[in-house]
């Protein structure tokens, strides 16, 4: 059973401002079929070894697999959460140039976020039930008052300097990221790195007591009057199926060394021209069309 799909190409949109794009995303899910959107799900380079393998002694970053029973049976969504880019507007005036960032509210991106968790979650309860595996929201994983401490408050993931360095991409001042109802925002940018894995794959699903714990992120921008979805990311994390031996494992800082929470997959969908799902009105989201939505994640699942 694979989760995602695989490639070795990262496909990376920061900074990009849209250009035309296709009306709606059931239009787009309409004129590609299952094998172009299969083809446009690439991995993210971050979330493989570097030698493009898993090791039978369980070091690296990438779970070695011997067995169907090792895979997740049980996993929780741990984060659902949209970024949004914005945009910004620069205007002179004599000595003076003012700047105007735009991007959706707190409230706003919570709403945008809330309804794409909607147009999804059910699809990919089925897409995992397909898989054998479960896939559980907070409000079924977080079951005791322990777990919900535990998640909302407790649990502080740690990150790597190249980790912290891809974080910052995502949290820029001018940016904004919220979650959909009841989630933890996990930011993308360091979701592959080695030991943001460890944190995830091991702590974090060891207290939750599942197998694994999946994350989503979601890149819109906002323009005036209209907000652009972009690209969609996904990770799965946990617990390395190796136990560790007694002996020195090399290149622990490094991401090579044996880590007790590993990144089981970890892929990234960008539109090749962004579409303008999200209609804005002056204070609030006036529309939001995002009917195929379901299509493009059932296709990371295998």
């Known amino acids: ?11 990376s949109v920061f900074f990009i401002q849209p250009s035309f794009a296709q009306k709606t995303i059931k239009e787009y899910v309409n004129k590609n079929d299952s094998k172009k959107l299969d083809k446009a799900i690439l991995v993210d380079f971050m979330s493989q070894p570097a030698t493009g393998k898993s090791f039978r002694d369980g070091h690296g970053k990438g779970p070695y697999f011997n ?22 507007y620069s205007n002179d005036y004599g000595y003076t140039r003012v700047t105007t960032y735009i991007s959706v509210t707190e409230s706003g991106g919570n709403q945008i976020a809330s309804a794409m968790h909607n147009q999804t979650i059910e699809n990919l309860k089925k897409k995992f039930a397909e898989n054998r595996a479960t896939l559980l929201t907070p409000k079924e994983f977080l079951d005791t008052p322990e777990k919900k401490d535990y ?15 891809l974080s910052n991409f995502e949290n820029r001042a001018t940016d904004i990221s919220v979650c959909a109802d009841d989630y933890r925002y996990f930011d993308m940018g360091a979701a592959f790195d080695y030991l943001r894995s460890e944190s995830l794959g091991s702590e974090l699903a ?16 906002t323009q005036k009057k209209e907000a652009y979805v972009r690209t969609f990311k996904m990770a799965l994390h946990g617990p390395n199926p190796i136990p560790k031996e007694d002996k020195k494992y090399v290149g ?3 991401g090579v060394g044996y880590y007790n929470g590993q990144i089981y997959s970890g892929a990234t969908f960008a539109f090749k021209k962004p579409i303008p799902a999200i209609t804005l009105g002056k204070n609030e989201i006036t529309g939001m069309d995002f009917d195929g939505l379901e299509v493009i994640f059932d296709e990371f699942i295998a």
């Open 1 to 11: 059973m694979k989760f995602f799909k695989f490639s070795l190409i990262l496909c």
């Open 206 to 221: 060891e207290k939750l007591e599942v197998d694994a714990v999946l994350s989503i992120g979601i890149v819109i921008q």
């Open 67 to 88: 067995s169907k029973e090792q895979l997740p049976k049980k996993v929780a969504l741990i984060t659902f959460h949209i970024n949004d880019y914005g945009v910004s």
């Open 151 to 165: 998640y909302y408050n407790q649990f502080q993931p740690t990150v790597s300097k190249i980790g912290k360095f």
């Open 252 to 254: 622990q800082k490094t």
